[in-house]
C-alpha cells in the first residue's frame, strides 16, 4: 500500500475512532441507592410466559427472590397463578414485603378464582402483605368497566383490612375519577418511555404528573407502581430504548425519589422476553437485570451508551482496511480525492455493519431472530457488496489521474486495411426503414467490404422482397438472403451468414437493420485490427429518434448511462460488454471460438466474453458512429430489457466456472470483476423483488397483529434506503459530470432506469430457474399502442405500487406514526413504490405518445404494417 494510501487510512481510522469515542463519552450519575423501596417482581425466565401459563419453579422463585432481597425492602407482584401464589410467604423469608396483585379481565370466572386466592394469601400473611392490588391496567384495556372493577375492589377489601387499589397508568385515573373514591391510595404508573418524552425530561414528567394527581385527588397517597424505561425496542417520538437511556433515568429516578419521599417499584427486576406476545418487542427490556439475573448496566460507575466502543471501532476499521484495500486493487490511476472517495465509504459501511449486528444481538435470540438476523446479514452483505461497486465505479469515472486503454487513432495505408464484412440481420423489418440503412451503407468512405443481409423467417414477399430488389440496385456488394425457415433467432442468421462471408474478409462487423451508419465508421475503426491482440473494436449504440416524444426522449436519456459511464470505465480493464450493433469482430477469432451462440438470447454479449476468455483484446470508442431507433412503447422497452437481463443470467450460468475460477481461462481479474459486478445491480433488482413481497406480507401482519409485530429496527431500514439515495446520488453526479445532462435528463434517466426494475427482476429470476424463454425483437416503426393498452403493459407494476401505497397507508392507521421506526418503515414503503411509479409513469408517457401517432397516421391514411408474433422461432 502506497504512503498515500496509507495516509489516508490513519486519517479514516483516527476520525472514526474519534467520532466512536465522542458518542461513548462516560456520564457521571446518580449514585445507585444501597437498597430501593421496590421492584416490580414477575420471576419468569427463558421459555416460560403468562400468556401460555408456563411458570417458574417455586426454588426459581425463591432463587430470584434470595437475589432482589440484598437490593430491594419490597416487591409488587401481578397474580397469584399456581406457583405465583407462593411468593408472599417465599418473600417473607428473606425479610421482603409485598405489594400483592391478582390478574383480573374479562374472563369472570377465573376473575372469581384469582380473587378467592388472592384473599386465602393475604390473610394468611399478614404483615408481608403491606397493599393489595386487583387488576393491572384492567381499564386501560377495557377489559372491564369501573362499576365492575369497583366491585371486585370492595370484595377484596370487605375480606381484608389491607389497603386495597387497581394499578392504571396516571392519565386513566383522570379518565375515570369515580374510582378514586373507591380505592386506598392511588397505584399509577408512570413510563415516560410509552409518552415519548426524550430521557433528559424524563424524571421531571414524572415529577409533574405525580404532583397533578396529588392536587387533583387532595387526601390521597400516590403510589407509583410502575416506574422505568426499556433498555431495547423502538424509538418513540423523542424516547430511545437503550440500556444506557434505562440507566441515566433509573439513577436519576431514584436519587429525585429519595428527595420528594415517594413510595415506588422500578419497573421491572428482571427483562420478561414473553411480553414480546403483548407489549411489542420493547415488552421484554425493563428490567433491571437480564433475563439470565445479569445486571444491565453499572449502578455506580459512569455510564457509556456503547460499553463495548473500542471492540466495536476496532473491528469496524479493521473490515474498512480489508474492504479498502480490496477496492484499491488494480486502481493506480485513481487520484487521491477518488481514493479518499472510496475509504470513507469503506469506513462507514464498515461501521453502518458492525452497528447492525451488535445492535441485533442486543434483543434476546430465538430461532425466529437468528433465522431473521441471518437473512439480514446475507441481505446486509448485498447491499454493502452493491454499494461498493457502484462507489468504484462512481470513483473511477470521475477521479482518474488518466485513461489507461485510451482510443487511439491509427491511419494505415489504404493496402492494409483489411477487408470489413458488413453482417446485417434482420426479421419482419418495415422495407422503407431497411432501404435506409442500406442507403448509408452504399455511402462508406472505405475502399474494401462488402454487406450482407439476412431475412430470416419473414412471411410476408411484400416486407422482404423490396430490400431484395433494393441491394440488387446497390451493385455486387451487397448480398441478399431471405432464409424461412432457420433456427437461432439473431445468432442463427448470424452464423448463416458467417458462413457466406467472402474468404478474403479480415473483420465481420455487425449493425441492427435500423442503423444509419456514418461514411467514417470503417475508416475510422478499422485500422485497429493493425493491432493482432485486438479482436473486438466496438462503438456505442446511439439513437436518432429521441425527440419524437417525451417516452423516447426518457428512454434516450436512460441510454446514456450505459454508454459513456459504464463502458468506459469497463474499457479500462479490457472488460466492455460487446453488443450487437456498431461491433467489429476479426473474422479469424470470430471462427476459432465458434461464432455465435445459438443457445443464448444475447449472443453479442456472450460472444465477447468467450473472446476475453481466449486472452484477446477489445477497444471500445465513447463516439457516435451510427444511430438506430428505440422501442416505441413502454411494453417494448421491457421486452428489449427483459432480453438483456435474461440473457445476463444465461451467461453467467454458462461461464460460471470462468469467472469465478482461474484455469484454463483468460479471463484477467479486472474482467471477472467488472462482469460481475456489472451483472450486481441487477442481481439487486431480483433481491429487491423478494424484498418488496416481503414488506408487504411482514406490513400486513404489522396491521393484523399489531403487538406481535413491530416494524424493523431502524437501522434494518435505512439501509436499502441508504442505497437508493446513494445510487440516485451517483447518477446525479456522474450525469452532469461525465455526460454534461440537464437536470431534467438526468431526472429523465432515472424514471426510466427505475422503470425497468420490476421487468429486470423477473428477468434474473426466471434466468436462474429456465434455460428456453423465447428470443424477443425489438420492433422498429411498430404500430404503437393506444393509452390504455400502453398502461395494461404496465399492469403488474401498477398493481403492486397500489398494494405498497395501501400497505404504508393501512401500518400508518394501525400503528400510528409516532415512533422513529414506524415513519421509517413506511418510508421504506412508500420509496419501494417508487420504480413501479415510474413504470406507470412511462406507460403513460408512451401511451400518450401513442395516441398522438396513431392520430397522425390516422391522418396520413397510412396502412398498418402485417401483425408480428411476439417471439420468433
Known amino acids: 500500500m502506497s504512503r498515500a494510501n496509507i495516509l489516508i487510512v490513519i486519517a479514516i481510522a483516527v476520525i472514526s475512532f474519534s467520532t466512536w469515542s465522542y458518542f461513548n463519552r462516560p456520564e457521571q450519575e446518580p449514585p445507585w441507592p444501597k437498597r430501593i423501596q421496590g421492584f416490580s417482581f414477575s420471576p419468569f425466565r427463558v421459555g416460560q410466559s403468562a400468556v401460555d401459563h408456563v411458570l417458574p419453579s417455586v426454588a426459581e422463585i425463591e432463587e430470584d427472590l434470595k437475589l432482589v432481597s440484598t437490593k430491594t425492602h419490597a416487591i409488587r407482584t401481578y397474580t397469584v397463578e399456581g406457583s405465583l401464589g407462593e411468593i408472599p410467604a417465599l418473600a417473607k423469608k428473606y425479610g421482603l414485603k409485598v405489594t400483592l396483585g391478582c390478574w383480573v379481565d374479562n374472563n369472570y370466572a377465573k376473575n372469581d378464582e384469582e380473587i378467592a386466592r388472592l384473599i386465602a394469601i393475604a390473610k394468611a400473611n399478614k404483615g408481608t402483605v403491606i397493599r393489595i392490588i386487583v387488576g393491572n391496567e384492567a381499564l386501560l384495556r377495557e377489559d372491564l368497566s369501573s362499576d365492575e372493577l369497583s ?10 383490612k389491607i389497603p386495597v387499589s387497581t394499578a392504571e397508568p396516571w392519565h386513566v385515573w383522570f379518565k375515570h375519577p369515580e374510582m378514586v373514591r373507591h380505592v386506598d391510595f392511588i397505584a399509577t404508573h408512570m413510563l415516560p418511555y410509552w409518552e415519548g418524552v426524550h430521557v433528559n425530561r424524563a424524571v421531571d414528567y414524572v415529577v409533574d404528573h405525580v404532583n397533578l394527581l396529588k392536587a387533583s385527588f387532595p387526601g390521597k397517597e400516590i403510589l407509583i407502581a410502575e416506574v422505568g424505561w426499556p433498555s431495547n425496542g423502538r424509538t418513540r417520538h423523542f424516547a430511545q430504548a437503550s440500556q444506557a437511556n434505562e440507566a441515566i433515568f433509573l439513577r436519576r429516578f431514584l436519587a429525585r425519589a429519595e428527595k420528594e419521599h415517594y413510595s415506588y417499584y422500578l419497573m421491572e427486576a428482571f427483562d420478561q422476553p414473553w411480553k414480546k406476545v403483548t407489549e411489542g418487542s420493547v415488552g421484554a427490556y425493563w428490567g433491571v437485570y437480564d433475563v439470565y439475573r445479569q445486571p444491565k448496566f453499572p449502578f455506580f460507575s459512569p455510564i457509556v451508551r456503547v460499553p463495548e466502543w473500542r471492540l466495536l471501532a476496532g473491528i469496524s476499521v479493521a473490515i474498512a482496511i480489508i474492504t479498502f484495500a480490496f477496492l484499491l486493487v488494480d486502481s493506480r490511476t485513481l ?20 452497528w447492525i449486528v451488535y445492535s441485533y444481538t442486543r434483543q434476546y435470540l430465538t430461532f425466529a431472530t437468528v433465522t431473521i438476523g441471518l437473512l439480514m446479514v446475507a441481505g446486509m452483505i448485498g447491499v454493502v457488496v452493491v454499494l461498493l461497486a457502484e462507489a468504484h465505479e462512481w470513483a473511477e469515472a470521475s477521479w482518474a489521474r488518466e485513461w489507461r486503454r485510451p482510443f487511439v487513432s491509427r491511419r494505415v495505408p489504404a493496402e492494409r486495411l483489411p477487408m470489413v464484412s458488413i453482417h446485417v440481420p434482420a426479421y419482419n423489418e418495415p422495407p422503407e426503414m431497411m432501404i435506409e440503412t442500406l442507403d448509408a451503407l452504399a455511402r462508406l468512405d472505405y475502399p474494401n467490404y462488402e454487406v450482407l443481409v439476412i431475412d430470416n423467417n419473414t412471411k410476408d414477399p411484400a416486407v422482404w422482397q423490396p430490400v431484395e430488389a433494393h441491394c440488387a440496385k446497390l451493385g455486387p456488394r451487397f448480398r441478399f438472403f431471405h432464409v424461412d425457415p432457420l433456427a437461432g433467432f439473431k445468432a442463427g442468421a448470424l ?6 462471408t467472402a474468404p478474403e474478409a479480415q473483420v465481420v462487423a455487425v449493425i441492427d437493420s435500423d442503423y444509419v451508419v456514418s461514411p467514417d465508421w470503417l475508416r475510422d475503426m478499422a485500422p485497429q485490427f493493425d493491432e493482432p491482440h485486438i479482436a473486438i473494436v466496438q462503438a456505442p449504440q446511439d439513437y436518432r429518434d429521441d ?8 428512454c434516450y436519456a436512460e441510454y446514456q448511462g450505459f454508454f459513456y459511464i459504464g463502458m468506459v470505465t469497463r474499457n479500462e480493464r479490457n472488460a466492455i460488454i460487446q453488443h450487437g450493433t456498431m461491433t467489429m469482430v476479426r473474422r479469424a477469432v470470430l471462427d476459432e471460438v465458434g461464432g455465435w451462440a445459438e443457445w443464448c438470447i444475447t449472443e453479442d454479449a456472450e460472444l465477447g466474453l468467450r473472446i476475453f476468455e481466449r486472452g ?30 435474461y440473457g445476463a443470467v444465461q451467461i453467467l450460468r454458462r461461464h460460471a466456472h470462468a469467472l469465478f475460477h482461474k484455469e484454463q481461462t483468460g479471463l484477467t481479474k479486472g474482467q471477472r470483476y467488472h462482469f460481475i459486478a456489472g451483472w450486481l445491480p441487477w442481481l439487486s433488482d431480483s433481491i429487491n423483488l423478494f424484498f418488496t413481497i416481503g414488506a408487504l406480507i411482514w406490513s400486513l401482519l404489522m396491521v393484523l397483529y399489531p403487538l406481535k409485530f413491530d416494524p424493523p429496527l431502524v437501522i434494518l431500514s435505512i439501509m436499502p434506503l441508504s442505497l437508493f439515495v446513494f445510487k440516485v446520488g451517483k447518477m446525479i453526479y456522474l450525469y452532469r459530470t461525465r455526460i454534461g445532462a440537464s437536470i431534467a435528463q438526468t431526472l429523465a434517466s432515472a424514471l426510466a432506469g427505475l422503470s425497468l426494475a420490476h421487468t429486470i427482476a423477473q428477468a434474473i429470476c426466471l434466468g436462474f430457474v429456465t434455460s428456453d424463454r423465447p428470443f424477443f425483437r425489438t420492433p422498429k416503426l411498430a404500430q404503437r399502442h393506444a393509452l390504455l393498452q400502453a398502461l395494461h403493459s404496465a399492469r403488474e407494476e401498477a398493481l403492486i405500487m397500489t398494494a405498497l401505497w395501501l400497505a404504508a397507508l393501512c401500518v400508518a392507521e394501525r400503528q400510528g406514526a409516532d415512533t422513529a421506526d414506524l415513519v421509517v418503515w413506511i418510508v421504506v414503503v412508500l420509496v419501494q413504490s417508487i420504480p413501479y411509479v415510474a413504470a406507470v409513469f412511462m406507460s403513460v408517457a408512451s401511451g400518450f405518445a401513442a395516441s398522438r401517432s396513431t392520430m397522425i397516421s390516422n391522418m396520413t391514411a397510412s396502412p398498418p404494417l402485417p401483425p408480428e408474433p411476439e417471439a420468433e422461432g
Open 151 to 160: 366491585a371486585y375492589i370492595a370484595q377484596v377489601r370487605d375480606a381484608v
Open 616 to 645: 484477446y483484446e477489445a477497444t471500445y470508442i465513447p463516439q457516435t458512429y451510427g444511430r438506430g431507433l428505440m422501442p416505441d412503447t413502454f411494453l417494448d422497452f421491457k421486452k428489449q430489457r427483459f432480453r438483456w437481463a
Open 547 to 554: 425527440r419524437e416524444n417525451l417516452f423516447k426522449a426518457m
Open 335 to 354: 487520484r487521491t480525492r477518488g481514493r479518499s472517495f472510496l475509504a470513507t465509504i469503506a469506513f462507514m459501511a464498515a461501521t453502518a455493519a458492525v
Open 495 to 500: 452464423n448463416f451468414a458467417l458462413k457466406r
